[in-house]
């Protein structure tokens, strides 16, 4: 079993920054991607970034392209997700999730295997 911890969440003024953390731990695992999710009060989740862990290629949400970076590490840690000039409408659950199989869709929700419990992100304007 595989379990997922985001951790770096927190309460900033807009235009600051934030980065979140990833840690796994388990079995032995090498994902074919991992990704962030966020989840607003009342909403669905969506897609932020997901990065390919033989490559690194990275998938953006258009709306969060430019402001967010997620980046890779193969120890501990294994995904990070710096977020710059955040604004006020960023405010959700950060979900950091794995997906174990090659599929030609890495931003869909159904195609990740391993979800994390989410870190609260909050932004005042």
């Known amino acids: 079993q595989v379990q997922l911890v985001e951790s770096g969440g927190g309460l900033v003024q807009a235009g600051g920054s934030l980065r979140l953390s990833c840690a796994a731990s388990?079995?032995?695992?090498?994902?074919?991607?991992m990704a962030w999710f966020r989840q607003a009060p009342g909403k669905e989740r969506l897609f932020v970034a997901s990065?390919?862990?033989?490559?690194?290629?990275?998938y953006y949400a258009d709306s969060r392209k430019g402001r967010f970076t997620i980046s890779r590490d193969n120890a501990k840690t294994p995904v990070y997700l710096q977020m710059n000039s955040l604004k006020f409408e960023d405010t959700a659950v950060y979900y950091c999730?794995?997906?174990?199989?090659?599929?030609?869709?890495?931003?869909?929700?159904?195609?990740?295997?391993?979800w994390g419990q989410g870190t609260q992100v909050t932004v005042s304007s």
């Open positions: 388990g079995r032995t695992f090498y994902p074919d991607a």
């Open positions: 999730a794995a997906k174990a199989l090659p599929t030609l869709d890495s931003v869909s929700e159904r195609v990740y295997n391993y």
């Open positions: 990065i390919s862990w033989s490559d690194g290629i990275q």
